[in-house]
């Protein structure tokens, strides 16, 4: 059920580290404004729709430790606003979306104020037990609260993976154990879910 999307996609590889970078247009949305809502009229009186760009940016690193450990890192950040275009700040290779996002907290688009960028943290390892058997096991964090009173009004919401892989010859068999907050991929903003034309990402 995957759709495709227009994108850009960079890669680095090398024996021990292997880096990929997509930018990823997703679909648009609007806002249509009724006739009773002033607030959305021009000086004139005619009704105003404010088309919402969405864009996804992903990225991920992987690092060979020696020939039996790997450990890996991504980021992703959806961003949405009235007319938005790509930002040089999320384009910059090294530097984390989420510190990006805090120099444009109240971002002012027209007559639409939003602040609908909506990143995710994922860490993991990859270990070879044998030649045969292969152990997998990762976590995504979409919200942590640091200071234990804020978990009263914002839930710490991630997500785990735990993967045991077999293969001999022509046989495979994998075991995947999926366990996760029933908020993840979830956002206060309108514009921020993890799908594109309805479909998940």
Do not use: M
Request: charge should be negative.
């Amino acid at each position: 059920y995957a759709t495709s999307f227009d994108h850009l996609k960079i890669n680095y590889k090398n024996n021990k580290l292997n880096y990929n970078y997509y930018i990823i247009r997703l679909n648009n949305s609007n806002i249509k404004c009724t006739p009773d809502n002033t607030d959305c009229a021009d000086s004139w009186g005619n009704n105003i729709i404010h088309y919402i760009n969405r864009w996804y940016y992903y990225r991920d690193i992987s690092l060979k430790i020696n020939n039996k450990v790997s450990i890996y890192l991504s980021e992703s950040i959806i961003s949405t606003g009235e007319n938005r275009n790509l930002e040089w700040y999320y384009l910059t290779p090294l530097g984390l979306f989420f510190a990006e996002q805090n120099h444009n907290q109240d971002r002012a688009d027209g007559d639409v104020i939003t602040n609908n960028d909506n990143t995710i943290f994922g860490l993991g390892i990859n270990y070879i037990i044998n030649k045969n058997i292969t152990l997998d096991v990762s976590i995504i964090l979409d919200e942590f609260q640091i200071d234990k009173e804020d978990r009263n009004k914002y839930q710490d919401v991630f997500g785990t993976s735990f993967g045991l892989q077999y293969n001999k010859n022509d046989f495979n068999i994998n075991f995947n154990l999926h366990y996760s907050s029933p908020w993840l991929y979830l956002h206060s903003g309108l514009f921020t879910n993890y799908q594109n034309n309805n479909f998940p990402i």
